[in-house]
């Protein structure tokens, strides 16, 4: 399988806390991608951070991608209840069609 | 604009029923994706069509069948269903050049 996995399967916060969540993968990428997806819902693009960048930032998320690892990050500064959700990276290949491949996603609970 | 939508939210079928799921994309993308979510299992693709006209295999193919009817649609068939297709299908598509797939609310699947 080429779906990456993600690091902690479940995470559990209180309001006002950061959040990490890892994600690794087992190919050469063009990008990484992270999703979230609320309870029963599609999923929802985060951000994107392409191979030749090594960090990335939008509000308050905040991306790292270390490919001689081939490894992610995501940081989730500050959060809130509203930021309950699954969340997935996702890798699009470097070679053959610019399909996403999935990690299994992280179970993000913020306690208010 | 409603985004990518997907008929029936819910379906409940007995083993060898046949079933069609319909997705409909309102945002003039060419490429439309099919995938089934499995708990611990992420996003898995079953099928792609890249262009109008054009379909191809993803991860997880067999035990279904794709119509890519026009630039629109793009539909998903169970011809004879088997309860290890009980999952939730989602439906996404992406605008040429564009590298972030939009996501369909999901139909849920049960077969018994």
């Known amino acids: 399988s080429q779906q990456g996995e993600e690091d902690p399967q479940a995470l559990s916060i209180q309001e006002g806390e950061n959040a990490t969540m890892n994600c690794s993968y087992k190919?050469?990428?063009?990008?990484l991608q992270w999703y979230r997806q609320n309870s029963g819902r599609g999923l929802v693009h985060l951000i994107l951070?392409?191979?030749?960048?090594r960090e990335k930032h939008s509000g308050r998320l905040r991306v790292t991608l270390d490919t001689s690892k081939k490894s992610s990050s995501l940081l989730i500064t500050a959060s809130r209840a509203a930021d309950t959700a699954s969340y997935f990276c996702?890798?699009?290949?470097?070679?053959?069609?610019?399909?996403?491949?999935f990690g299994t996603g992280t179970r993000l609970t913020v306690i208010p | 604009n409603a985004g990518v939508t997907q008929t029936p939210k819910f379906q409940v079928l007995k083993t060898g029923q046949s079933m069609t799921l319909q997705c409909a994309q309102d945002?003039?993308?060419?490429?439309m994706y099919w995938y089934r979510q499995d708990p611990g299992m992420g996003l898995r693709l079953i099928y792609y069509?890249?262009?109008?006209?054009?379909?191809d295999k993803g991860e997880v193919p067999n035990g279904y069948n794709v119509s890519r009817l026009n630039k629109r649609e793009f539909s998903l068939r169970l011809e004879s269903a088997a309860p290890s297709q009980t999952s939730v299908y989602f439906c996404?598509?992406?605008?040429?050049?564009?590298?972030?797939?939009?996501f369909g609310p999901g139909t849920r699947l049960l077969v018994l």
């Open positions: 996404a598509s992406r605008g040429w050049a564009e590298e972030t797939q939009y």
């Open positions: 190919t050469s990428i063009n990008n």
């Open positions: 951070i392409r191979s030749n960048e």
């Open positions: 996702a890798t699009a290949q470097a070679t053959g069609a610019n399909n996403l491949f």
């Open positions: 945002m003039n993308h060419n490429s």
């Open positions: 069509s890249a262009s109008e006209g054009t379909t």
